[in-house]
């Protein structure tokens, strides 16, 4: 299967990036990963970038291509997987309020609502 | 996230505190309480009414399902929690509480330092009775007795009628909105130096 996997610079998509590689590996899938533009979170796109090649190294996974996606996460993410030929789009499934409520942002809810593949969210 | 929350400009309230007992609209006798700690028999009688919570009811997960993880989910969030109980004949038949925004609650020194998320559930059989408004005024009532000024909450946004709830009590939309629409209330000060035996 080939999967575009999304990445904010959350610990979600940290705990994302690590299911899906994990994933991959178990399948043989083919892994794309898009790191996107979100200043406000807690890692730059850097940095998470760095943090994706370093996880692939240490997954002995090869022939992935990571890319930065510049602009609006959401919209950014839904373009690149309408260029190309995607079965599935991964995303962070959303996290816990201290109430333990799952709360699913407004990037989620753009992909979920726009993406012409399967989206999958990790929890 | 805290402290990053649009919040009204003007304080709501005063609101009623607990204890009280009210006569719902099917005229049965409710009594809203507000147990000191939040274990023991208080916690035991909560955990009961949320095995007895219709599933189909839920909100963004919770409650969970099933005694074992109703009673973790409870304990989890308990210890620093503020509780309100409404109980008829001696059955907790709905809850609400408020649970502190912090990554580290033992190291709250003011609650009006912090934000607070609240959330009620009313059992099936005993909603639209103007119980869920008498228990969320209490409640609003009670964090502002100790000391708390800042709650704000989640709630489904086709929900209709609880964010019609809310809002009459005086939550605001923050402007955080996905699937999920975010909303905030400002509680009066207690007018002391938040330092009372009220606070902690």
Do not use: C
């Amino acid at each position: 299967m080939n999967v575009l996997l999304g990445l904010g610079g959350s610990d979600e998509s940290v705990k994302t990036l690590r299911r899906t590689i994990d994933r991959t590996r178990e399948v043989g899938d083919d892994l794309t990963i898009a790191v996107l533009d979100k200043p406000e979170s807690k890692r730059s796109q850097d940095e998470m970038y760095q943090q994706a090649l370093d996880a692939l190294d240490e997954g002995d996974i090869t022939d992935v291509a990571v890319e930065k996606l510049e602009g609006d996460p959401g919209s950014a993410l839904v373009n690149y997987a309408e260029q190309g030929e995607y079965d599935q789009l991964v995303i962070g499934g959303g996290t816990l309020s201290p109430m333990g409520k799952i709360q699913l942002g407004p990037i989620t809810e753009f992909v979920l609502l726009n993406a012409p593949t399967t989206v999958k969210l990790v929890r | 996230m805290s402290g990053s929350r649009q919040y009204p400009d003007e304080p709501s309230g005063p609101f009623p505190s607990p204890p009280t007992t009210v006569e719902d609209r099917e005229g049965r006798s409710i009594e809203i309480r507000a147990p000191e700690a939040f274990a023991d028999e208080a916690l035991a009688d909560v955990v009961e009414m949320y095995t007895e919570f219709d599933p189909t009811d839920r909100a963004q997960g919770i409650p969970p399902t099933g005694e074992e993880r109703i009673r973790n989910w409870l304990e989890t969030i308990g210890e620093d929690s503020v509780n309100v109980v409404a109980r008829h004949d001696g059955d907790a038949i709905a809850h609400a509480m408020l649970v502190p925004d912090t990554d580290d609650p033992s190291a709250i020194e003011h609650r009006r330092d912090i934000e607070w998320e609240l959330a009620i559930f009313v059992l099936q059989a005993y909603q639209r009775a103007g119980i869920g408004t008498t228990l969320l005024k209490n409640l609003l009532g009670r964090a502002s007795d100790v000391g708390i000024e800042r709650v704000w909450l989640t709630v489904e946004r086709w929900n209709n009628p609880a964010i019609a709830l809310y809002e009459r009590v005086g939550f605001e939309s923050t402007g955080t909105e996905s699937f999920e629409q975010e909303m905030a209330i400002l509680l009066a000060g207690d007018g002391g130096d938040g330092n009372g035996e009220s606070d902690r």
